[in-house]
Nanobody, 115 residues
């Protein structure tokens, strides 16, 4: 059974930093691209960052230059380092992977940025 578990969310002031972690189990992690999504209050879920098996990263325009995604294949973990956080970054952040044609989501971790 594939499982994604996120951690690292919390309450932070604007301008602060947080690092989210997602640990995968039940998959051969190193052969899967990984993504982070978020869903803010009253908003649709949107992709925030993606990292390929070759460690190529891609970001939503709204977070470029502030967020960094990385992966550690030895630990089956993908990280999202978030700097210079803004109130509009407030959302539940989800880890995501496609495994054998199925979409797999983590349970999410809440990030709240106060102004």
């Amino acid at each position: 059974q594939v499982q994604l578990v996120e951690s690292g969310g919390g309450l932070v002031q604007a301008g602060g930093s947080l690092t989210l972690s997602c640990t995968a189990s039940g998959i051969l992690f190193r052969i899967h691209g990984m993504r982070w999504y978020r869903q803010g209050p009253g908003k649709q879920r949107e992709m925030v960052a993606a990292v390929t098996t070759g460690n190529t990263a891609d970001y939503a325009d709204s977070v470029k230059g502030r967020f960094t995604v990385s992966r550690d294949n030895a630990k089956n973990t993908v990280l999202l380092k978030m700097n210079n956080l803004k109130p509009e970054d407030t959302a539940v952040y989800y880890c995501y992977v496609v495994h054998e044609g199925k979409w797999v989501w983590g349970q999410g971790t809440q990030v709240t940025v106060s102004s």
